[in-house]
Every structure is written in structure tokens, then in C-alpha cells.
């Protein structure tokens, strides 16, 4: 199995990017897809996820309003559509995933079995 993410850049505060995760693996089948991020110096923190039957979403407060994660189901692929970017944003964000069932979105990296490799966000003010 593998993630594959992308979309990452330099923008100015206020302005959006959007993130994608890519899966691939012949027998791949998400339960959900998530978006982790690390800034420099801090532990890594729950963004966003999304369960990939029922297509409900958690957020993280801090993003919460701002970001919108989706999903396609044909290509594989989870979104992170991120709006109204501030510097705290900055980070790299990491897609995971979790393969077997579980009633609540994970929050904790601990809930996922894969993961990608980041991709860099630098909101400047």
C-alpha cells in the first residue's frame, strides 16, 4: 500500500491550497483517510479525516470552518481543501490511513497503519 500526497506550496496568509492523497495497492480498501501535520519542533496533530464508506468528516478545532476534507472513491484519492490559510497552518501535512474498521474517527496517529510522505505548507503573513 502506498499514499502518495501532494499539493503542498508557499502561499500568503488568506489564500488556499489543496491537498491530495493518493492510495494505491491491488487490495486496498480504506476504512478512513486522514491529514496529520508537524510543524517544527511540536508533535504531530490530527487535521482531518474521513470515513471512505459513509463519508462522514471530523476536524480538528483549529481547522474547523477552514478546511474541507472529500474523497474519491473511483481514483483513491482523499482531498484536504484548505481556505483561509494562516501561518499557523505551516507545516508538513502527512496523509494516513486506517485499514480495518473502527466506530469513531481516530484522532491519534496510533489509529492509522499507513501513511504517506509529507508534503510542505509555508503560509507566510
Known amino acids: 500500500v502506498q499514499l502518495q500526497a501532494s499539493g503542498g506550496g508557499l502561499v500568503q496568509a488568506g489564500e488556499s491550497l489543496r491537498l491530495s492523497c493518493a492510495a494505491s495497492?491491488?487490495?486496498?480498501?480504506?476504512?478512513?483517510m486522514g491529514w496529520f501535520r508537524q510543524a517544527p519542533g511540536k508533535e504531530r496533530e490530527f487535521v482531518a479525516a474521513i470515513n471512505w464508506s459513509g463519508g462522514s468528516t471530523r476536524y480538528a478545532d483549529s481547522v474547523k470552518g477552514r478546511f474541507t476534507i472529500s474523497r474519491d472513491n473511483a481514483k483513491m484519492t482523499a482531498y484536504l481543501q484548505m481556505n483561509s490559510l494562516k501561518a499557523g497552518d505551516t507545516a508538513v501535512y502527512y496523509c494516513?490511513?486506517?485499514?480495518?474498521?473502527?466506530?469513531?474517527?481516530?484522532?491519534?496517529?496510533?489509529?492509522?497503519?499507513?501513511w504517506g510522505q509529507g508534503t510542505q505548507v509555508t503560509v507566510s503573513s
Open positions: 494516513a490511513a486506517r485499514s480495518t474498521r473502527i466506530t469513531v474517527i481516530a484522532t491519534a496517529p496510533s489509529g492509522y497503519n499507513y
Open positions: 495497492g491491488r487490495t486496498f480498501s480504506p476504512n478512513i
